[in-house]
């Protein structure tokens, strides 16, 4: 039999829909600004196959470039798969030849050595190029235009890294790309690879160091002076993957660390802080230098957010017992021992975004999503199983919080910033909202309309301005970027 197993992974929001389409001319509610004008990519995973194993996790799927773009208020549509190796083993075959995720014990033997990475978690555009990335290999490199698989990207043949974050951080005046690879040297290693790419695409750093236990890395953050890895106990281990098991287990009694250097500086000038026991965080919203303090603004939960990663470390809790907040964690550098001070910054949620010219500074909004408990049941689906239903806005300084619902049952993902013209125009977001097709609970989970939302960025509160209506259920993203126009005219790839 090849059968989706009926788990969380694979229904609701995550039931594989596996189709390479093109769409011309959406149907568009409203009136698209005429200056948004470029290409909204994400990040789809999507088994191709049906898994080898029943307990298989969303993380694991295939990853699919998909594509909103945008010209003189039209929209197309366009998603493929990323052409990994892995895809094009298994293509070949009919059949799902990797086992578990990140766990290469559990594979086909016919595919020993043959890189596992999906990259299935972000789009990143960075001098002229786009790639697909996912932490556990390099990045792919995808023509903007026809969304084809160019191939792995490796800074030509620079990269010593086996690995490539799907969070890299581009500064917005130098245009460097500052990323990282955990795992860099093999699995279950704890070498981290520190590297920077200029503004034109070439590799000028590559540093390796060591962290405490082998951690989930999956986010970091730059200042204008520092680089910055928040750790988090999430750990792997050789011997559990070897007998098949999960490649991460939360520790709930392990402490969490905070490693900074200045982000020019050399690996050895790294100052190790040590942070709460047991917390977790995917992503950080930003950092940014305050004098001697830095602060660093991150999406903090109580245990880790994912229940297979908790599960195999031996925790038993509800989805929704877990506790978290927007949360600020600030050091004084000046100090020869700093202590992390902690303070609330906004109600719970993921997924944070930023204008891209405040990366690394001094901000005054952020956006992200969050459980709106009023917002009727969650869809299910999404990495964690069910799916968020707002849109916050956060004003770090103040505190001041505004938001977005969507209609009951709905789901919304990540958005994506596109930046205005009019430097007092706050420009506008753009999410993926899913749209159940009848009455919460009187449908099928699988059974609903996605339409991508366009608001305006500082009046969420208003609603969309205009719903583009794709007349398909997709299936969830992880994240998205936008690329201007200008940029695409510009790409390295024709
Ligand atoms: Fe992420």
Same mark, same amino acid.
């Given at each position: 039999?090849?059968?989706?197993?009926?788990?969380?992974?694979?229904?609701?929001?995550?039931?594989?829909?596996?189709?390479?389409?093109?769409?011309?001319?959406?149907?568009?509610?409203?009136?698209?600004?005429?200056?948004?004008?470029?290409?909204?990519?994400?990040?789809?995973?999507?088994?191709?196959?049906?898994?080898?194993?029943?307990?298989?996790?969303?993380?694991?799927?295939?990853?699919?470039?998909?594509?909103?773009?945008?010209?003189?208020?039209?929209? $197309?549509?366009?998603?493929?798969?990323?052409?990994?190796?892995?895809?094009?083993?298994?293509?070949?075959?009919?059949?799902?030849?990797?086992?578990?995720?990140?766990? /290469?014990?559990?594979?086909?033997?016919?595919?020993?050595?043959?890189?596992?990475?999906?990259?299935?978690?972000?789009?990143?555009?960075?001098?002229?190029?786009?790639?697909?990335?996912?932490?556990?290999?390099?990045?792919?490199?995808?023509?903007?235009?026809?969304?084809?698989?160019?191939?792995?990207?490796?800074?030509?043949?620079?990269?010593?890294?086996?690995?490539?974050?799907?969070?890299?951080?581009?500064?917005?005046?130098?245009?460097?790309?500052?990323?990282?690879?955990?795992?860099?040297?093999?699995?279950?290693?704890?070498?981290?690879?520190?590297?920077?790419?200029?503004?034109?695409?070439?590799?000028?750093?590559?540093?390796?160091?060591?962290?405490?236990?082998?951690?989930?890395?999956?986010?970091?953050?730059?200042?204008?002076?520092?680089?910055?890895?928040?750790?988090?106990?999430?750990?792997?281990?050789?011997?559990?993957?070897?007998?098949?098991?999960?490649?991460?287990?939360?520790?709930?009694?392990?402490?969490?660390?905070?490693?900074?250097?200045?982000?020019?500086?050399?690996?050895?000038?790294?100052?190790?802080? @040590?942070?709460?026991?047991?917390?977790?965080?995917?992503?950080?919203?930003?950092?940014?230098?305050?004098?001697?303090?830095?602060?660093?603004?991150?999406?903090?939960?109580?245990?880790?957010?994912?229940?297979?990663?908790?599960?195999?470390?031996?925790?038993?809790?509800?989805?929704?017992?877990?506790?978290?907040?927007?949360?600020?964690?600030?050091?004084?550098?000046? @100090?020869?021992?700093?202590?992390?001070?902690?303070?609330?910054?906004?109600?719970?949620?993921?997924?944070?975004?930023?204008? &891209?010219?405040?990366?690394?500074?001094?901000?005054?909004?952020?956006?992200?999503?969050?459980?709106?408990?009023?917002?009727?049941? /969650?869809?299910?689906?999404?990495?964690?199983?069910?799916?968020?239903?707002?849109?916050?806005?956060?004003?770090?300084?103040?505190?001041?919080?505004?938001?977005?619902?969507?209609?009951?049952?709905?789901?919304?993902?990540?958005?994506?910033?596109?930046?205005?013209?009019?430097?007092?125009?706050?420009?506008?977001?753009?999410?993926?909202? &899913?749209?159940?097709?009848?009455?919460?609970?009187?449908?099928?989970?699988?059974?609903?309309?996605?339409?991508?939302?366009?608001?305006?960025?500082?009046?969420?509160?208003?609603?969309?301005?205009?719903?583009?209506?794709?007349?398909?259920?997709?299936?969830?993203?992880?994240?998205?970027?936008?690329?201007?126009?200008?940029?695409? $005219?510009?790409?390295?790839?024709?």
């Amino acid at each position: 039999m090849i059968a989706f197993p009926q788990t969380i992974h694979f229904i609701g929001s995550n039931l594989p829909r596996r189709t390479e389409i093109s769409i011309r001319n959406l149907e568009v509610e409203g009136e698209i600004p005429a200056e948004i004008d470029g290409a909204f990519f994400r990040a789809v995973p999507d088994n191709a196959h049906a898994p080898m194993f029943d307990d298989d996790v969303a993380l694991n799927a295939d990853g699919m470039i998909s594509r909103f773009i945008f010209e003189n208020g039209h929209v $197309d549509y366009d998603i493929r798969y990323v052409e990994t190796e892995r895809y094009l083993a298994e293509k070949q075959a009919r059949r799902a030849l990797f086992g578990r995720y990140r766990n /290469p014990f559990t594979d086909d033997p016919s595919v020993a050595g043959v890189d596992r990475t999906v990259a299935n978690t972000t789009p990143v555009w960075h001098a002229g190029r786009l790639f697909m990335t996912k932490e556990d290999g390099r990045g792919y490199e995808i023509n903007p235009h026809t969304l084809q698989t160019v191939g792995k990207w490796d800074y030509y043949g620079a990269l010593k890294s086996e690995t490539f974050t799907a969070h890299p951080r581009v500064d917005p005046v130098t245009g460097e790309l500052f990323f990282f690879g955990y795992e860099a040297g093999g699995l279950c290693s704890r070498d981290i690879a520190y590297g920077i790419a200029d503004a034109n695409g070439n590799l000028i750093s590559e540093q390796w160091f060591e962290q405490p236990y082998c951690a989930t890395i999956h986010d970091f953050v730059i200042t204008q002076k520092y680089a910055i890895w928040p750790i988090f106990p999430t750990t792997a281990d050789l011997d559990r993957l070897k007998a098949g098991g999960a490649h991460w287990a939360h520790q709930q009694e392990l402490e969490s660390w905070i490693a900074i250097m200045p982000r020019y500086g050399k690996v050895e000038e790294m100052r190790w802080i @040590k942070g709460p026991p047991g917390v977790s965080a995917f992503h950080e919203v930003n950092a940014y230098d305050d004098g001697d303090l830095v602060h660093i603004d991150m999406c903090l939960t109580d245990t880790n957010a994912f229940s297979f990663m908790r599960e195999a470390g031996g925790i038993q809790r509800e989805q929704q017992s877990l506790q978290g907040a927007v949360t600020r964690w600030t050091i004084d550098m000046s @100090k020869a021992d700093p202590q992390i001070e902690e303070r609330p910054l906004g109600p719970p949620g993921d997924l944070p975004r930023l204008a &891209d010219v405040d990366q690394g500074r001094p901000y005054n909004r952020a956006w992200y999503v969050s459980m709106n408990p009023q917002g009727g049941p /969650p869809m299910l689906g999404g990495p964690v199983g069910v799916n968020f239903n707002a849109l916050v806005r956060l004003e770090p300084g103040n505190g001041r919080v505004t938001l977005m619902g969507v209609p009951p049952g709905a789901a919304i993902s990540e958005p994506a910033h596109v930046p205005a013209d009019d430097p007092t125009h706050g420009g506008w977001l753009m999410s993926v909202v &899913d749209i159940p097709n009848g009455p919460p609970g009187q449908s099928a989970p699988h059974d609903y309309s996605s339409e991508l939302w366009i608001v305006e960025a500082d009046n969420v509160e208003k609603g969309p301005i205009a719903k583009v209506r794709t007349g398909l259920a997709l299936r969830s993203q992880v994240h998205g970027s936008w690329v201007s126009r200008a940029k695409l $005219d510009q790409s390295q790839v024709r």
